[in-house]
């Protein structure tokens, strides 16, 4: 699969329907195939990087940071290992203490950051990366999110997410043997987020329609037909083959370029985002173990469609009358091996109300979760 030719036709397409795109042309060395771990090193001393830091948790070094460790002592590339510690719930999170942690492994000499894991490290080092001054490289362990590439940094400060500028990377190396490796709940994550653009794209034209808020066509497009590839290759993405993987990390690509393309995440984030922030908030306060991104993704998009199929494709039917039923979203998730409802990952009922008549307040952004509660006399 070559992504290069699929960034540069994204780039091509971007020139010749600039309607809604903010950015210029994305300037990302791209690779997706097997055996790219082996391409990094000639890449660094390609472009000159003196020494770099690869940064792994326990995992991702066993998963690929090894690997690419050995692929840089044969080719004789400069790096150092900063291994980032879990918290005491056993996971590695974007906060201050994991933050300082690799700023103090990654002195200033260092040219380069090299994110070895999934959707958390990189956070980590993007985040670091914009506030040094320093390159960012991407290596993603699995198929698990599609915010690799994107230039916010979820973080926690004082026990609280938000989200601060950083910046993508300059250069995604993808090895569809690690990715078709990894652990099959991360996979699932990764095309629950895919399947939550059904409800992301239909409230981003509702957001258009309705609230007159930037729409753009090619963002549009390039995210529905990533998706549809995904539905196509359900099968084998939930065998976690390496064609299912590689169809999978490409539609997550493509999710993240079009967010770049239009400098906003709409394409990609509609109501079920928000629903999933709220929960992620909640389980944050309560102290409870981080869930994957994709895994809260799933299921509120299970709760999000039946309930726009309920209440608004009779109103809006070319809008939401197509997204799925439920019980289809929530067969594509058990086929794929991801949790797809609440008892999956201990939502309560009680949350659940919560987030359907909060969860609009996060984002200053027009959704039909936000509509109905509207509708209902509730608060914007
Ligand atoms: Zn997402």
């Known amino acids: 699969m070559n992504i290069q030719l699929a960034l540069a036709e994204v780039n091509a397409a971007a020139a010749a329907r600039p309607d809604g795109v903010k950015h210029a042309p994305i300037v990302m060395e791209s690779l997706l195939q097997a055996g790219a771990l082996r391409e ?11 020494e770099v830091v690869l940064v792994v948790d326990a995992n991702t070094w066993e998963a690929a940071g090894k690997q690419l460790a050995g692929h840089m002592e044969t080719a004789g590339a400069a790096y150092r290992v900063c291994t980032l510690a879990p918290n005491s719930q056993g996971d590695v999170i974007a906060d201050e203490r994991t933050i300082v942690r690799l700023m103090l492994d990654a002195p200033l000499q260092v040219q380069a950051l090299i994110a070895v894991g999934s959707g958390t490290i990189h956070d980590i080092v993007r985040f ?71 409800t992301s794209l239909a409230d981003w034209k509702f957001s ?45 690509l493509l999710s993240g370029w079009s967010m770049l393309l239009v400098g906003h995440s709409r394409p990609a984030s509609g109501g079920e985002h928000h629903l999933s922030h709220h929960f992620e908030m909640a389980y944050l306060k309560e102290g409870r173990r981080q869930l994957l991104h994709g895994a809260k993704v799933g299921v509120a998009s299970v709760l999000l469609a039946g309930l726009y199929r309920e209440r608004l494709a009779e109103a809006y039917p070319g809008i939401y009358g197509g997204l799925p039923q439920p019980d289809q979203l929530r067969t594509w998730l058990r086929d794929a091996g991801g949790p797809a409802d609440p008892a999956d990952i201990g939502l309560s009922e009680a949350l659940i109300a919560e987030a359907m008549s909060e969860a609009h307040k996060l984002r200053d952004r027009y959704t039909g979760l936000k509509h109905l509660v509207l509708q209902a006399g509730g608060e914007g």
């Open 40 to 50: 990094i090193a000639p890449f660094l001393q390609e472009k000159g990087y003196g």
């Open 128 to 198: 670091v990366c914009c506030q040094t001054g320093r390159d960012f490289i991407s290596v993603p362990t699995a198929a698990s999110v599609d915010g690799f590439t994107s230039v916010g940094a979820p973080i926690i400060v004082d026990g609280v997410k938000i989200t601060v500028p950083a910046i993508a990377p300059c250069a995604i190396f993808a090895d569809l043997e690690v990715l078709a490796a990894a652990p099959q709940r991360l996979t699932a994550a990764g095309f629950a987020d895919m399947l939550g653009k059904f």
């Open 208 to 252: 258009s329609e309705l609230a007159g808020e930037p729409f753009c066509p090619l963002a549009y497009d390039l995210t529905e037909q990533a998706l549809a590839k995904c539905i196509e290759f359900a099968c084998d993405i939930s065998t976690c083959s390496q064609e299912g993987v590689a169809v999978l990390m490409e539609a997550l």
